[in-house]
């Protein structure tokens, strides 16, 4: 692959605001040359690739703006294979500011947000998947995000896709082949051996589709809804588990009538708890709509946790209830509150009812709050099996979709015996969805999509 070395530009990769150290990085076309012209030390074009220099930056007036440190890169051996130039300097904004304006003034331009990170991927640093996962790296905000985005960093399902889609692309070849014998029975893609390739690629995808919805917990977080009647303990049960006093707590029953959020980890995985009206038969309007809320807030969740006074309630109310929770498919859990108030005798009842599908906990105390933290991750965790690619991007999640359904299809029209063109217009479909995956079919529009999600210096 031939490397493309683009017009200079540069930008702050390092976080803005105040800090000991900054990283400003030039790439492309004479980007050591450009930046030796602001520098004040050794000439850094006679420098070999990775190599540290000490000097400093200085006006037209040789004023010292900065002592600094410059590393460079030279093509291809760089994250962008241009050539590449960082300036550590020191994290001030008026420091920043001036060598990017002196920059600018050597003919060097802004970049554009994940412009950096485009100009590496059109130099095959790396592939679509991979790059859209340098910025989840940089978005982690959890252990399993940061897992999930490593994975596909390293390669993940892409370089798996690309070796199958190859394999695709020579059995299209050879059906549009066909195709240009027109009337004549030739047969030049064999029938069965297309089957068994479609099957493998569909066994690829397959898991990869299904890793989504966690996969997508992973990222955005896990939305767990906590619902019980009011005087329950939810308030209670949100505090000890987020250990701050968030949401009110009183003997009062109704008065935690917002939705309240708050972020759990647990083992690494973001648990977005949402507190929720007490579901009741409401008289005043305002508890009315906390209740239509929780509702709502049921049917988004990725979790239902649903919390009762066990001591106040009845064995068939919680059959009741979790009969209607069945109905949900949301997987979901029964957490029998205030369990010092129930003797030995009841807390079995309870147990020998419902089994795995109930924890009884203290939540004034917090006991048994790590068994019902445990059950928490089992759900995420039974769904993902460790160290599998994990599909946490919505882009992805679409095109594997899509590659699988042109794929079935493909499969029914060789069942049916149908026309030639027909398969071959499926395994194009087919082809393509492949192909914007990994980036091997890329248009401006889905690039400029993809990067501006980036923050500019990357
Ligand atoms: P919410 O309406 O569901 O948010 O309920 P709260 O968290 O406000 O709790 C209602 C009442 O039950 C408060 O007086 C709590 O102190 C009390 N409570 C909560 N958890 C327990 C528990 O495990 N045992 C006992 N005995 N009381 C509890």
């Known amino acids: 692959m031939t490397i493309l070395q683009q017009e200079p530009i540069a930008a702050l990769a390092t976080a803005p605001g105040i800090g000991a150290i900054a990283v400003i990085r030039v790439s492309g076309i004479d980007a050591i040359g450009l930046t030796s012209r602001i520098f004040r030390g050794k000439d850094l074009t006679l420098q070999p690739s990775h190599t540290v220099h000490f000097g400093?930056?200085?006006?037209?007036?040789?004023t010292i703006i900065d002592e600094v440190l410059i590393s460079i890169f030279r093509s291809p051996s760089s994250f962008t294979k241009e050539d590449v130039v960082e300036i550590s300097c020191h994290g001030s904004d008026y420091v920043i500011r001036q060598i990017l304006r002196l920059l600018l003034k050597e003919g060097v331009r802004m970049a554009q947000p994940g412009e950096f990170t485009q100009r590496a991927f059109l130099n095959g640093q790396f592939d679509l998947v991979q790059a859209e996962a340098v910025a989840d790296l940089i978005a982690a905000d959890s252990e399993a995000t940061h897992r999930a985005a490593l994975t596909q960093l390293r390669g993940g399902f892409s370089r798996q896709l690309k070796a199958l889609r190859q394999q695709l692309v020579e059995f299209a070849a050879l059906i549009e082949l066909e195709l240009d014998f027109g009337e004549e029975d030739v047969e030049?893609?064999?029938?069965?051996?297309?089957?068994?390739?479609?099957?493998?690629?569909?066994r690829v995808l397959r898991p990869l589709i299904d890793s989504f919805s966690v996969g997508n917990a992973i990222?955005?977080?896990?939305?767990?809804v906590i619902a019980g009647k009011p005087n329950a303990g939810k308030s209670t049960l949100l505090n000890a588990l987020l250990n701050?006093?968030?949401?009110?707590?009183?003997?009062?029953?109704?008065?935690?009538?917002?939705?309240?959020?708050?972020?759990?980890?647990l083992d690494g995985i973001r648990f977005r708890l949402i507190d929720t009206a007490g579901l009741r038969e409401a008289t005043d309007t305002i508890e009315?709509?906390?209740?239509?809320?929780?509702?709502?807030?049921?049917?988004?969740?990725?979790?239902?946790?649903?919390?009762?006074?066990?001591?106040?309630?009845?064995?068939?109310?919680?059959?009741?209830?979790?009969?209607?929770?069945?109905?949900?498919?949301?997987?979901y859990l029964l957490v029998g509150n205030k369990m010092d108030k129930l003797t030995?005798?009841?807390?079995?009842?309870?147990?020998?009812?419902?089994?795995?599908?109930?924890v009884l906990i203290q939540a004034n105390t917090g006991k048994n709050l790590d068994k019902m933290a445990q059950r928490l991750i089992g759900f995420v965790k039974t769904n993902a099996i460790p160290g599998s690619t994990?599909?946490?991007?919505?882009?992805?999640?679409?095109?594997?979709?899509?590659?699988?359904?042109?794929?079935?299809?493909?499969?029914?029209?060789?069942?049916e015996g149908t026309t030639q063109d027909?398969?071959?217009?499926?395994?194009?479909?087919?082809?393509h969805h492949l192909g914007e995956l990994t980036g091997e079919i890329t248009t401006d529009d889905l690039l400029a999509t993809i990067f501006s999600k980036f923050c500019i210096g990357k």
Not at 56 to 62: A, H, K, L, M, Q
Not at 219 to 224: D, R, S
Not at 423 to 429: G, K
């Open 390 to 415: 994990v599909v946490t991007n919505l882009r992805h999640f679409e095109h594997l979709t899509q590659t699988d359904a042109a794929l079935l299809r493909v499969l029914d029209g060789l069942d």
């Open 344 to 358: 030995e005798a009841e807390m079995t009842e309870w147990r020998l009812r419902f089994g795995k599908e109930l």
């Open 422 to 431: 027909w398969i071959a217009l499926e395994l194009r479909d087919a082809l």
């Open 188 to 202: 030049f893609a064999k029938r069965d051996d297309l089957r068994k390739l479609v099957v493998s690629i569909q």
């Open 56 to 62: 400093t930056i200085r006006d037209s007036e040789n």
């Open 219 to 224: 990222k955005n977080g896990v939305a767990t």
């Open 244 to 265: 701050e006093e968030k949401a009110i707590v009183s003997d009062i029953p109704g008065t935690t009538r917002d939705v309240i959020e708050d972020d759990l980890f």
């Open 288 to 331: 009315a709509i906390g209740v239509e809320r929780t509702r709502q807030q049921m049917d988004k969740a990725a979790i239902i946790v649903y919390l009762f006074d066990a001591a106040e309630t009845a064995l068939t109310e919680i059959a009741e209830m979790e009969a209607d929770l069945k109905n949900r498919t949301i997987p």
